[in-house]
């Protein structure tokens, strides 16, 4: 009975401290933590083809197909089936790939999230992200910022 007791004291000494926790989603937007994984990001123009994320994703999320002289041809990514354990990021070299925040993507299936690197330039969810005002890199890229936007597609 003490127990019981003190347990509701402490239910309502945070219930009349004027602190909340949860947000009315989705007419207010909830701030996720920093580290939070969400959706990636692919930029081709940073990509070296060195199929580290490839050979890191523990589901086949990704999967990158080469020609003959190992060149890139196709970045896929299936969405549907990643479980954002951010390794991809952590491995590429070039920081072609970033965690947003984003979380804000529905579908009927898991098949609907399966796109190429010329369909993920239409997502409209997946378009409008910047992933460099989503998330900074956390470390340094091997490649330099160079001259122009950086195409995240
Ligand atoms: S976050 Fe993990 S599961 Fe998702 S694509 Fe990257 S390595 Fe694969
Ligand atoms: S690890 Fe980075 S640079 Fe290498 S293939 Fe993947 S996205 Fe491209």
């Known amino acids: 009975m003490i127990g019981l007791l003190k347990s509701m004291a402490v239910t309502m000494k945070h219930a009349l401290d004027g602190k909340k ?15 939070f994984r969400g959706v990636h990001k ?7 083809w060195c199929r580290q994320c490839e050979n890191v994703c523990p589901n086949d999320t990704i999967q990158i197909v080469m020609d003959d002289q190992r060149n890139g041809e196709q970045y896929n990514l299936h969405i549907g089936q990643c479980i954002y354990c951010r390794l991809c990021e952590e491995v590429c ?5 970033l965690l947003t925040q984003n979380f804000e993507f529905t ?12 369909q993920l330039k239409n997502v409209p969810w997946y378009k409008e992200i910047d992933p460099l ?4 890199p956390d470390r340094s890229a ?8 950086i195409d995240y597609q």
């Open 107 to 118: 579908a009927d299936g898991k098949h609907e999230f399966a796109y190429n690197k010329e």
């Open 21 to 35: 926790f949860t947000v009315k989603y989705p007419e207010e937007e909830p701030e996720v933590s920093p580290r």
């Open 93 to 97: 070299p070039t920081d072609a790939i």
């Open 133 to 136: 005002e989503a998330r900074e």
């Open 142 to 149: 091997w490649v330099g910022e160079g001259d122009g936007e």
């Open 42 to 48: 692919y930029s081709q123009e940073r990509c070296i």
